[in-house]
């Protein structure tokens, strides 16, 4: 079973209405959401980035103005994609929704998508929603993904692990 890394909404400039809560969950999630990257890259895994494309239409543009302009360039860059790690960018809330992810992943032998993101509760869901429709094995990590509202990511985690039966790793904040 192949398993790839699907990173949401990493890449982020944070200046938008809800950029300070996200950003202060980004800052505090951070640190598990390198070093799961870093797990997947030393693994082998495919690592595959959906983000949202705003007023870009190439990924390195994304990751510039992300980088450079943005309020946590430094955070960003850290996780940004490495050299062959593709980037979807997405209109929608889904990774999968007006993309090409489904079909590259199973071109790649994916099976299972482990995803972690940014936000959790918006982005990151309905992506892990839509990889569940797709027939994916999921597993969300909400340790290393950032919310706005943390009522909303519980609420969120618990609709996916309850409901959905897909396997949910939380936070232990």
């Known amino acids: 079973m192949t398993d790839a890394l699907l990173l ?5 400039d944070f200046r938008h209405k809800d950029g300070d809560a996200l ?7 951070h640190p598990a959401l390198v070093a799961l990257l870093g797990e997947a890259r030393s693994a082998g895994m495919p690592v595959v980035y959906g983000n ?3 007023e ?5 543009d994304v ?3 992300a980088t450079e302009e943005g309020l ?14 593709r980037v979807f960018l997405k209109d929608a809330y889904s990774a999968f929704d007006g993309t090409d992810l489904g079909a590259f992943l199973e071109d790649q032998g994916v099976h299972r998508v482990v995803i972690a993101g940014a936000a959790l509760e918006h982005c990151a869901f309905q992506t892990a929603l839509d990889a569940s429709r797709a027939g994916f094995d999921v597993i969300v ?7 706005v509202d943390d009522e909303h990511e519980r609420i969120a985690l618990d609709y996916l692990e309850r ?3 897909l396997e949910v790793v939380r936070a232990l904040e």
């Not at 950003?23 to 999630?29: A, D, F, G, H, I």
């Not at 946590?72 to 790690?85: D, F, I, K, N, Y």
């Open 163 to 165: 409901v959905l039966g």
């Open 72 to 85: 946590a360039g430094q955070l960003v860059a850290e996780v940004a994609p490495a050299a062959g790690e």
């Open 63 to 65: 990751v510039r103005e």
């Open 52 to 54: 949202d494309r705003g």
């Open 141 to 147: 990590r909400g340790d290393a993904s950032a919310s």
């Open 23 to 29: 950003l202060e969950s980004y800052r505090r999630r």
């Open 8 to 12: 949401i909404d990493v890449l982020k």
């Open 56 to 60: 870009h239409s190439r990924p390195e």
